[in-house]
């Protein structure tokens, strides 16, 4: 366990904006002080500095800055953690929305025939978190990309958006969807529950922004959502005239 933060008079290299300071360096250390005295590098203390930490400027014949700011220390020395390292953590604590699949017709089709696919729009909005760093904060932002429609007939399909909503009033339903469609060629009747399994997943693209005007991209998320349709073959009815 870590020992308890305590507080320093940095004196060293530091970079400081109107909003604070950044600095990773040796320091004085003290308890409730004002003052730290010179700097020590050996000492095994890491001064991290927040954004609300104060920072005045020192005298023009000597350039450089102090900030009263937080440390941990120890034999070990400090332990921070950096605005990529942040950005991971914020990452991997993401609540993502999983799909909510829709699709026109619903739950039962024919062979051939026209099947629009969409999810809820809702669900196909970014999604950000912010976690504080030493030097300001990091937000980090999904963004959805890409859905994945596997149809349990062996077909998979890549759809750019969330699809488009079947709208009885605008729409033709013998006419396939303008943007993410399928249509069954094969019955469901060798399936189990006489249906198709059907699977829709959402690929996220995951960038990171801190508020001193880094970042950068990280790995992808997926969100995903299960369904079953079943399809049915029409037979025409011929009588005589």
């Not at 399936?191 to 991209?217: C, I, L, N």
Request: charged share 15%; with cysteine; aromatic share 6%.
């Amino acid at each position: 366990m870590l020992p308890s933060p305590s507080e320093i008079d940095f004196k060293g290299n530091a970079s400081c904006e109107a909003s604070g300071c950044s600095a990773f360096a040796g320091s004085g250390q003290h308890s409730g002080g004002s003052s730290g005295g010179a700097p020590r590098p050996d000492s095994g203390a890491t001064a991290v500095l927040s954004a609300e930490d104060p920072c005045v400027e020192m005298d023009q014949a000597e350039p450089g800055w102090t900030c009263v700011a937080s440390t941990r220390s120890g034999p070990g020395g400090g332990e921070t953690v950096s605005p990529r390292q942040a950005a991971e953590q914020a990452r991997a604590s993401m609540s993502l929305p999983a799909p909510a699949l829709a699709s026109s017709p619903a739950e039962d089709t024919v062979v051939h025939f026209p099947v629009w696919l969409w999810v809820d729009g809702a669900d196909w909005e970014p999604v950000s978190a912010t976690a504080s760093v030493s030097a300001g904060s990091v937000t980090v932002t999904a963004v959805p990309q890409q859905l994945r429609w596997d149809m349990g007939d062996g077909t998979v399909l890549y759809c750019d958006g969330p699809g488009t909503v079947f709208d009885p009033a605008r729409h033709d339903a013998q006419t396939p969807s303008p943007d993410c469609g399928h249509a069954y060629t094969r019955t469901s009747h060798n399936q189990p529950d006489d249906r198709f399994p059907v699977a829709a997943t959402v690929s996220w693209t995951v960038e990171w922004t801190t508020s001193a005007g880094g970042g950068g991209t990280l790995d992808p998320l997926t969100t995903s959502a299960s369904d079953s349709v079943r399809v049915r073959e029409v037979h025409a009815l011929v009588t005589d005239g």
